[in-house]
């Protein structure tokens, strides 16, 4: 079974600090990619990579930037965080050119 | 305009009820269909897969794709409790990179016993 798992399911944070969010996946995929969900909005793109050190933006990457130095690690970083970055965030991975992608549980972010 | 619509609901039918999902879109060069269910705080599971226009059958779930009219349906036969849930559709184009997914806003359903 794949398996895709994020650090924190629940997380509450101050406006202003530094938040990272990490997701780790064990099959070996090329693509991660991290995704807010909202209500009314559905799942939106932020940030995808296709391989190590790679990334490309998705729909919404302003106030968010990522880093991957490792194939099986996609971290997300609010460099500092606001209010309207409250959301539930999920991870997702898949291979190279297949349109599955597998979800870990989502962080549901919390920013006071 | 979305490039995905889907209708969020809530849907609510009683258990044993055919639950039919639907989801329109735009964009002509979306090849890849599918459909991801997702539970309360959970993340979405994939569901069903399929290429391009047709049926797939996967015991009571059945997608099918028209994509001469860029529609494309899910339906839920002799539907459970258990499949209370948001149901989502997703579509990629072949030649997108890194496989990149268009969802829906998803369909909230709730089978009532």
């Known amino acids: 079974d794949v398996k895709v798992t994020q650090s924190s399911r629940y997380l509450v944070k101050r406006t202003g600090e530094k938040v990272f969010l990490e997701c780790v996946q064990d099959?070996?995929?090329?693509?991660m990619f991290w995704y807010r969900q909202d209500p009314g909005l559905g799942l939106r793109l932020i940030y995808f990579?296709?391989?190590?050190?790679m990334k490309e933006k998705g729909d919404i990457p302003e106030g968010y930037s990522v880093s991957r130095e490792k194939k099986e690690r996609f971290s997300l970083i609010l460099e500092s965080a606001s209010t309207n970055q409250t959301s539930m965030y999920l991870c997702?991975?898949?291979?190279w050119g297949e349109g599955e992608q597998y979800f870990g549980p989502g962080t549901r972010l919390t920013v006071t | 305009q979305k490039e995905v619509e889907q209708d969020p609901g809530p849907l609510s039918v009683p258990e044993g009820a055919i639950v039919s999902l639907n989801c329109t879109y735009s964009?002509?060069?979306?090849?890849?269909f599918m459909w991801y269910r997702q539970y309360s705080r959970k993340g979405p599971e994939l569901l069903m897969y399929?290429?391009?226009?047709g049926n797939k059958e996967d015991g009571r779930f059945t997608a099918q794709v028209d994509k001469s009219s860029k529609y494309i349906s899910l339906f839920i036969r002799d539907s459970q409790p258990s499949d209370s849930a948001t149901y989502l559709c997703a579509m990629s184009a072949q030649e997108t990179s890194g496989s990149r997914l268009t969802f829906g806003e998803g369909t909230q359903l709730t089978v009532n016993p």
């Open positions: 990579s296709y391989d190590v050190k």
């Open positions: 399929t290429y391009s226009s």
């Open positions: 099959m070996d995929h090329e693509n």
């Open positions: 997702a991975s898949s291979f």
């Open positions: 964009n002509s060069a979306f090849q890849y």
